[in-house]
């Protein structure tokens, strides 16, 4: 089971890496990765568990965030109470966006960054991402709201970014006017 130390730090110069494109068929190791990724995020997000195992809560994380730098990310949504939506997505690759930007109101929040940020971060309400799954079998997957946020905050990490690089230090709230908050 993923444990909090096992996720790296945002002053780790290993989440500046580029991660690499995924062979398939994936590795019996990339797929127990996948699968405690997706069981961190699960129980990260019930109280009792999270509590009970010191989790941090989270909605998504990054194969590089294990210090694997591979192409790969999961979201976990809980779109109701104890009902969770998981996306494993595999090389994964944003095709196409609206033209809306939207920002998390309360700020964005990363399982590698251990600080509040002030700041909004300008994402897109609606993405549509092309990716493979487990199996390698090619997806379409369209989000909106605050799994279009954690997809394209995910695809960062993939890319070397954090969200902290987003915020203009000089006007962290910059054209915050011209975004819909969420």
């Given at each position: 089971m993923?444990?909090m130390?096992?996720?790296?730090?945002?002053k780790?110069?290993?989440?500046?890496?580029?991660?690499k494109e995924v062979?398939?068929?994936l590795?019996?190791?990339?797929?127990?990765?996948?699968?405690?990724m997706?069981?961190?995020?699960?129980?990260s997000?019930?109280e009792e568990m999270a509590?009970k195992?010191?989790?941090?809560?989270?909605?998504?994380l990054a194969?590089?965030?294990l210090?694997?730098?591979?192409?790969?990310?999961?979201?976990?949504?809980?779109?109701?109470?104890?009902?969770?939506?998981?996306?494993?997505?595999?090389?994964p690759?944003?095709?196409?966006?609206?033209?809306?930007?939207?920002y998390?109101?309360?700020?964005?929040?990363?399982?590698?960054?251990?600080r509040?940020v002030?700041?909004?971060i300008?994402?897109?309400a609606?993405?549509?991402?092309?990716?493979?799954d487990i199996e390698?079998?090619?997806?379409?997957v369209?989000?909106?709201e605050?799994?279009?946020?954690?997809?394209?905050?995910e695809?960062?990490?993939?890319?070397?970014?954090?969200f902290?690089?987003?915020i203009?230090?000089?006007n962290p709230f910059?054209?915050?006017?011209k975004?819909?908050?969420?």
């Amino acid at each position: 089971m993923i444990k909090m130390r096992d996720i790296l730090d945002e002053k780790d110069k290993r989440l500046r890496q580029v991660s690499k494109e995924v062979e398939f068929p994936l590795s019996k190791k990339d797929k127990e990765t996948i699968e405690e990724m997706i069981e961190y995020l699960t129980n990260s997000q019930i109280e009792e568990m999270a509590e009970k195992y010191n989790l941090r809560p989270g909605m998504g994380l990054a194969a590089i965030q294990l210090g694997i730098p591979k192409r790969y990310f999961v979201v976990v949504n809980e779109y109701d109470e104890g009902q969770f939506e998981t996306y494993v997505m595999i090389n994964p690759r944003m095709i196409s966006n609206s033209v809306e930007k939207i920002y998390v109101d309360q700020g964005e929040g990363c399982l590698s960054v251990n600080r509040a940020v002030e700041g909004i971060i300008p994402r897109y309400a609606r993405v549509t991402f092309e990716a493979y799954d487990i199996e390698g079998r090619k997806i379409n997957v369209r989000a909106r709201e605050e799994v279009a946020v954690a997809f394209q905050h995910e695809l960062d990490h993939l890319n070397g970014m954090i969200f902290t690089d987003h915020i203009d230090p000089k006007n962290p709230f910059k054209d915050q006017e011209k975004m819909r908050a969420i």
